[in-house]
Nanobody, 124 residues
Framework: QVRLVESGGDLVQPGGSLRLFCAAS????????IGWFRQAPGKEREGVSC????????YYEDAVKGRFTISRENAKNTVYLQMNSLKPEDTAVYYC?????????????????WGQGTRVTVSS
């Protein structure tokens, strides 16, 4: 059974940093590309970042480029999202998702499995 568990969400001040974790079980990161999505209150879900299963290619939404870094540790079946220089507009529930693909996927409908989310609040 595939399971994705996010953690690391918290309340942080603007300009601060957080590291989100996505622990995967029941699948291999060698076969699944992992994406991070977020949904802010009253807004639609949006793709934030993705890392491919093959060569570790990455994708970032324009709003987070230069501030967020996605990485993976296959031995621990875990994907990370390092978030720096956080802004109030980064406030959202962050979800990780898995797509059986060798390339980055930017569309939510391409993903097969989803976690329950972890809440990030950026506020002073």
């Amino acid at each position: 059974q595939v399971r994705l568990v996010e953690s690391g969400g918290d309340l942080v001040q603007p300009g601060g940093s957080l590291r989100l974790f996505c622990a995967a079980s029941g699948l291999s990161l060698n076969e699944y590309s992992i994406g991070w999505f977020r949904q802010a209150p009253g807004k639609e879900r949006e793709g934030v970042s993705c890392i491919s299963s093959s060569d570790g290619s990455t994708y970032y939404e324009d709003a987070v480029k230069g501030r967020f870094t996605i990485s993976r540790e296959n031995a621990k079946n875990t994907v990370y999202l390092q978030m720096n220089s956080l802004k109030p507009e980064d406030t959202a529930v962050y979800y990780c998702a898995a797509a059986r693909s060798f390339v980055v996927q930017t569309i939510g409908s391409e993903y097969d499995y989803w976690g329950q989310g972890t809440r990030v609040t950026v506020s002073s």
